[in-house]
């Protein structure tokens, strides 16, 4: 979406679906009574939201006592833009209901809930998985809580994965920290993939423009030049051994293992605690574990005028900030935040480089 003109600024606006009926053409009247919106995007966590609803009129409480209004399960589509240029931010379901009844207060009603993510979370299971990758075991995870799947080939064929008293969440989470991907929900489709830290910039934000406020934060603490992950192959009675000093490019002078290494010198960080089936495998660890610890030199927190193209698991460009701070980042979390005070985006992320 496009940026509101900050010469002539358009009102925020915003539309909430439930089961796919506007809310705005419900007889009850809701939709005049919210005063707050919150979606919570992560690529980490289940993404959530969360609508507030107030009144002080008893009268024009029709809504809190719908029973077909605000179901737990239902489907919510939360719209936010400006004008009459609006897009969707989050399709999830509806979790909790907490109400709020004071003697001194207006009543409220704050209206949870979260992406399909949630249904990973569903009690917890021991199994085994034999013969596959975990881009394939990711796909049948996917289609047993009901959604379809977009999946990243990984690679790898795992002769055995075990899922040890785990919710698929953690177990999951557990197998794509292993090999740098993210686990993500749109809609109803499960996507298994890559962290993108590498990708070309979606949007660019300057203080000059859109950007009201970025404090990002570089250490160089716990970065390490090489990664190195061993383990034992029974059948070959011979050690396996993968190594990796390659690290994926988001510009900059320096990535975090090339400044930790010019500043302190070498630093290994050896792996031997995870058990190792092959050369691959081991490899793909070793890469995979580099990325993850260089991403980290520099985290920073940002507000924005509200954008709907601000998404967790996307890459941004920031400009106008200096040599040493400007330029890509990954999102690793956003939150849109709409109330009587406007439309505001804050954001986390991160960045190998400098």
């Not at 719209?79 to 999830?92: A, H, P, R």
């Not at 924005?304 to 330029?327: H, N, P, Q």
Request: some cysteine; glycine content about 8%.
């Amino acid at each position: 979406m496009v940026f509101p003109n900050l010469r002539a600024p358009i009102t925020p606006s915003f539309d909430i679906f439930i089961n796919g009926q506007s809310l705005s053409n419900q007889s009850f009247d809701a939709f005049s009574h919210i005063v707050r919106i919150i979606v919570d995007d992560d690529t980490e966590l289940p993404s959530m939201f969360a609508m507030e609803f107030t009144s002080a009129e008893d009268s024009e409480n029709l809504w809190l006592n719908n029973n077909n209004l605000f179901v737990i399960g239902a489907e919510v589509k939360i719209q936010l833009g400006y004008g009459d240029i609006i897009e969707t931010v989050i399709i999830g379901e509806i979790t909790g209901l907490e109400p709020r009844f004071s003697v001194s207060d207006p009543l409220s009603l704050i209206v949870r809930g979260y992406d399909r993510r949630h249904r990973l979370q569903r009690g917890r299971k021991t199994r085994s998985f034999v013969d596959g990758r975990d881009s394939a075991i990711a796909s049948r995870i996917a289609q047993e809580v009901g959604l379809s799947s977009a999946v990243t080939d990984s690679s790898v064929l795992h002769p055995y994965v075990l899922q040890a008293n785990q919710t698929d969440w953690e177990f999951l989470q557990q197998r794509a920290k292993q090999i740098q991907y993210e686990v993500v929900v749109e809609n109803k489709t499960l996507f298994f993939r890559p962290v993108g830290n590498g990708k070309n910039a979606d949007l660019s934000l300057s203080l000059d423009d859109y950007l009201l406020e970025f404090c990002p934060y570089l250490s160089s603490v716990g970065q390490v030049n090489q990664v190195t992950v061993r383990g034992w192959d029974f059948q070959q009675n011979a050690v396996i051994s993968g190594n990796s000093s390659t690290v994926t490019s988001m510009g900059g002078r320096q990535n975090g293992a090339q400044l930790s290494q010019q500043a302190f010198g070498n630093a290994i960080a050896q792996i031997s605690n995870h058990p190792i089936m092959s050369q691959a495998e081991a490899d793909q660890l070793a890469v995979a574990q580099l990325n993850r610890t260089t991403l980290n030199l520099i985290a920073g927190e940002g507000v924005c005028l509200g954008c709907t193209d601000l998404r967790a698991g996307r890459v941004i460009e920031i400009t106008d900030i200096g040599d040493r701070f400007s330029g890509r980042y990954y999102v690793t979390s956003v939150s849109h935040r709409y109330s009587y005070e406007g439309y505001y985006t804050h954001f986390c992320v991160r960045r190998n480089a400098s």
